[in-house]
């Protein structure tokens, strides 16, 4: 913990990159763990364009069945613990894959969504964005006013990825000494690719993470005890930590 503690305080230009994983104590289903979504629900089906065009309405209530879901969940000690460490950096960034916005929710404010927000639709004809909240779910598939096909604004399989976030992602993660990874498996890629491009330049990685992933190997600190205790524990020590470095003058 305390070598932890250093790193973060030590850091110039800190990156917290999440996963599914740090949502899961809000009580949101992770995709690829033993009890994750895709296990009962085939992403071909669910989460392509292909399959959204080949069935719109059945797509779409299994997207507000989510959405109720995600309305109502409320950040974990995670979440916030990303929101209290922006607090003590100029340079700070969250670099998410989850379209849940609960990090946003927590109070995080520079928050780079690598796959889009549930919380919002685009026209898949005249690429309008609207809030979810704005559209009349009394007909589904719900039109954009051009008569095209509301979409969720997510990324699904076989789409890039936004070119905008990504860009400003990865300029983030050439410049960062420290990325603090948590609840990712890091196998999506392009976004996996983030930690390891802070390693290249020698920046130090932090996982938080109940199971061992393919980056595990080459971080510099593997943490599996993410109970909301431990959470606690680290933001007063990190809390501690920058006071004492103020007190000293630093």
Known sequence: MEKIVQTIVNAKKLIVFTGAGISKASGIQTFRDMDGLWKDFDPQVYATFDGFINDPEKVWKWYLYRYDKIKQAKPNEGHYFVATLENYFKSFAVITQNVDGLHQKAGSKNVI?????????????????????????????????????????VVWFG????????????????????????????VVYPAAEIPYIVKRI????????????????????HISNLDSDFYKKLISEVKSAFREGSDNGE
């Open 202 to 221: 020698g920046g130090k990685i932090i996982e938080l993470n109940p199971e061992y992933t393919q980056l595990t190997p080459y971080v510099d600190f």
């Open 159 to 186: 789409e890039a990825l936004p070119e905008k976030e990504l860009t400003y992602a990865f300029d983030f993660a050439r410049n960062a000494d420290v990325v603090i990874v948590i609840g990712t498996s890091c």
């Open 113 to 153: 969504e690598l796959h889009g927000s549930i919380h919002r639709v685009k026209c898949i004809s005249c690429k309008n964005k609207l809030s979810m909240d704005d559209i009349n779910f009394d007909i589904i598939p719900p039109l954009c006013e051009c008569g095209g096909l509301l979409r969720p604004d």
